[in-house]
């Protein structure tokens, strides 16, 4: 099991109530899974407790058979090995392209990291690209760098946020195209937030409706 | 796991740093309140019973009144600054702010010597009118000359706030009034007015706090405040407890004008998301409303720059440049002073900045309360706080020396690192506030994505904060470097024997009426202020374009 998420409760404060109440998911290693729903369900908030982002109330949270959270520990979200693309991409704007991607891989020795960079810009399509700076590409061309960023340290788990909105329908088509392919082709286990149902189909994603 | 949830995010080595700066912040305030129960000088009960009265009544004129006529002052320009396109706008929407540039009290002896007997007013009505007019209607000495002085010299807080505020607001507020059938004025005083009132009381606090704490100008025109009465008992009668007592009644005022201010401001805060929103479109203004809106924007600018400007400058020409190595000597000395403690006051916001960010919106409120505080309590206060530190210290040192035979030879009460903490304490809030809203800016995502690919913390602020954050902490340095420059009271009070600024040496000049050599180091001051303002406005016009674009 990749993922498993027990009684997760959250709030980002008491007087407003419970955000997440009770959640349960289970994740197999390699699946794709969709988390939909209204925009406000919560959905991103699932994510953000998953990576370590917010300390959740009660419950439990184990990620490749590790405990994440709960039974009284915290895992730092640094030490988790969860790799998020964020919903505005966060790239880092004072670094190119090629220091981007290699920003979480810098354990490795020089060579390597250049190799794995230029593998991870073939992947995404964006071969040449290393010198660029974030704000001189397209936002299609800037979420495959992210992603490219986020697979870079070779996370235990992919989480997706809306990774299909602000975009306009022609795009979208070949975007989940695209991103529907690498994740196969890397076969990390994703987890992908959309409140479109069709974006679950489209990448043959297990649907986990919230409400 | 309830208490990880209020920390947040931390490591434990930024949260130290932090109490250990916090707690040096607080200490001095601290002092003041606790010496307070210990004896009363001998001459506090001759100050109560006979001075502490005038002392309230002088301090509560001048801070309300100024603050007043600076919120309307302030408030109007930045009105017709947001509002209406005219020649000259694009500079007067900067050139507005330079009144900061030139501090209280330099200002108070331009105009005095502007206007006295034989200053250029009158001498040229006397020669070429033969006009003969009663000596009080020049005279500047007194609290209408006061208020007038802070009111064009600081009106600028108010003035930016509320231009801040207005360029924030939606054009469509404007335009539904319009359509409405409002005129202009019915408009600025229904609408605009009470929709920005919490940024004109904002900045009109800002100038009554700089009122409160001003020495300079009540000094030179000889009216008493609190401040004057603490350096007086201090100095002049060498009674550090009554100087205390009169510290914590200054406080007192500083609470009751922070609740008012509370209060003023309103709970509510009408706020839009910066995104979405068109904001207002500028009226092209035509004819006689064009020129009056010119004629009011350039007098006042007139007034609070131009004018006072142009008489330094005539003085130091008939001064021949006077004594430049000394003059260079000073500059140089409030150059590294400014600029060495502006770095260090930068450092200790950043580790604070960075702890509230790290921590639940509770405890960075309170962090950002406590920092602010320094700035709200006025100089002379922070001086005597300090002071009663640094002398225990000094005890301990001694303690330590001759009851453990150890070797420090430390006496900080007449160190530069006492005038360095007070400046700390009292401009930290300053650079806190350059720092947290540079991490507003920026958001939270970068700092996310950075640990989720597996740095922690303190990398994260190496590698992605600090190197994001450099224009905030740019125009952070230049706001604390120009009010060290400017600052007086704290200098004048806990600098180490022989140890000059331009301030305090243009103020002892001015005193002294050497007012030719006060002059030079006058202008050099308003110099380094001019092009900091300069810096600092016209970055973030050129970030604010390359957003837009
Ligand atoms: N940082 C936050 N502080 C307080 N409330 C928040 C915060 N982030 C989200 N919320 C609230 O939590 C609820 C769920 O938000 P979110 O998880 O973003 O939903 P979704 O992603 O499904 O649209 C919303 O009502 C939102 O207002
Ligand atoms: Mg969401």
Redesign the interface.
């Given at each position: 099991m990749q993922l498993k998420i027990d009684n997760l409760t959250f709030a980002y404060n008491k007087k407003e109530g419970n955000i997440v109440e009770n959640f349960n998911l289970e994740v197999q290693k390699g699946e794709v899974v969709a988390l939909v729903g209204v925009s406000g369900s919560g959905k991103s908030t699932v994510l953000r407790l998953t990576?370590?982002?917010e300390?959740?109330?009660?419950g439990k949270i184990s990620i490749a058979g590790q405990t994440a959270a709960g039974d009284?520990k915290?895992k730092?979200?640094?030490?988790?090995?969860?790799?998020?693309v964020?919903q505005?991409y966060?790239l880092?704007?004072?670094l190119s392209v090629e220091k981007n991607i290699a920003?979480?891989i810098d354990h490795l020795s020089k060579a390597n990291r250049k190799a794995r960079v230029r593998r991870l810009l073939e992947l995404v399509n964006l071969e040449g690209f290393e010198k660029r700076y974030p704000h001189q590409l397209s936002g299609g061309q800037q979420q495959r760098i992210a992603l490219a960023?986020?697979l870079?340290?070779g996370p235990e788990l992919l989480l997706l946020d809306e990774p299909f909105s602000n975009l306009d329908a022609e795009l979208k088509d070949k975007i989940r195209r695209d991103l529907n392919e690498i994740i196969k082709d890397v076969g990390v286990t994703t987890i992908l937030v959309s409140h479109d149902r069709e974006d679950a189909e489209f990448m043959q994603a297990r649907e986990v409706l919230m409400s | 796991m309830q208490l990880l949830k209020k920390i947040k995010q931390g490591s434990p080595g930024w949260f130290l740093l932090t109490a250990g700066i916090i707690l040096l912040l607080l200490i001095p305030n601290l002092n003041i309140i606790i010496n307070l129960f210990g004896k009363a000088g001998e001459n506090w009960e001759h100050v109560r019973d006979y001075l502490l009265i005038n002392y309230f009544q002088n301090s509560l004129i001048l801070v309300l009144a100024s603050g007043l006529l600076a919120a309307f002052l302030g408030a109007g320009l930045a009105w017709i600054i947001a509002a209406y396109d005219f020649p000259g706008r694009n500079f007067l929407s900067w050139g507005l702010i330079l009144p900061l540039a030139i501090p209280p009290y330099i200002g108070a002896y331009v105009y005095q010597g502007m206007f006295s007997y034989t200053g250029p007013l009158q001498t040229f009505l006397r020669n070429d009118f033969q006009l003969q007019l009663s000596q009080q209607y020049f005279d500047f000495m007194n609290i209408r000359g006061a208020i007038f002085i802070y009111t064009i010299f600081l009106f600028p807080y108010v003035f930016l706030m509320t231009k801040a505020f207005l360029s924030r607001q939606s054009a469509s507020l404007l335009e539904s009034s319009r359509l409405l059938g409002k005129n202009d004025s019915t408009i600025f005083f229904k609408i605009i007015l009470p929709l920005s009132r919490g940024a004109v009381v904002a900045g009109s606090s800002l100038v009554m706090m700089e009122v409160l704490n001003d020495y300079g100008v009540v000094k030179y025109f000889g009216i008493s405040t609190f401040t004057t009465a603490i350096f007086k008992t201090w100095f002049g009668m060498g009674d550090l407890a009554t100087a205390v007592r009169l510290a914590v009644m200054a406080m007192l005022v500083i609470f009751v004008l922070l609740f008012l201010e509370k209060l003023l401001r309103g709970g509510r805060k009408y706020s839009y998301s910066t995104s979405n929103i068109r904001p207002l479109s500028r009226r092209k203004l035509k004819g006689s409303k064009k020129v009056l809106a010119q004629f009011f924007c350039y007098g006042v600018f007139f007034f609070g720059f131009l004018l006072p400007t142009i008489q330094l400058l005539y003085w130091s020409f008939l001064s021949r440049g006077g004594e430049l190595l000394g003059t260079l000597n000073f500059a140089l000395t409030s150059f590294l002073t400014g600029g060495g403690a502006a770095v260090l006051i930068l450092t200790g916001a950043v580790i604070v900045a960075t702890t509230a960010r790290m921590s639940s919106s509770f405890i960075s409120n309170l962090l950002a309360r406590i920092t602010i505080l320094g700035y709200s309590i006025p100089g002379a206060v922070i001086a005597v706080g300090v002071l009663l530190f640094m002398l225990q210290l000094d005890q301990i040192f001694l303690f330590l020396q001759t009851g453990f035979g150890i070797e420090i030879n430390l006496v900080l009460s007449s160190t530069l690192v006492m005038l360095i903490f007070a400046y700390a304490v009292r401009f930290m809030g300053i650079a806190f506030n350059s720092v947290n809203s540079g991490y507003q800016k920026i958001g939270e995502s970068y700092f996310e994505a950075s640990r989720t690919l597996g740095k922690g913390v303190t990398e994260t602020f190496f590698k992605i904060d600090l190197p994001m954050l450099k224009p905030a902490l740019m125009s952070g340095f230049l706001l604390i470097f120009i009010e060290i420059m400017k600052e007086l009271p704290l200098t004048m009070i806990l600098r180490p024997f022989n140890f000059d600024t331009l301030a305090t040496k243009a103020f002892e000049y001015a005193s002294d009426e050497m007012i030719y050599r006060a002059a030079d180091l006058s202008l050099v001051l308003i110099f380094f202020s001019t092009a900091a303002i300069y810096l600092i406005t016209h970055h973030r016009r050129r970030k604010n374009n390359a957003v837009e674009n």
């Open positions: 990576a370590g982002l300390i959740p109330d009660s009284h915290f730092a979200a640094e030490k988790r090995k969860v790799g998020m964020f505005d966060a880092f704007p004072h920003f979480g960023r986020t870079a340290p | -």
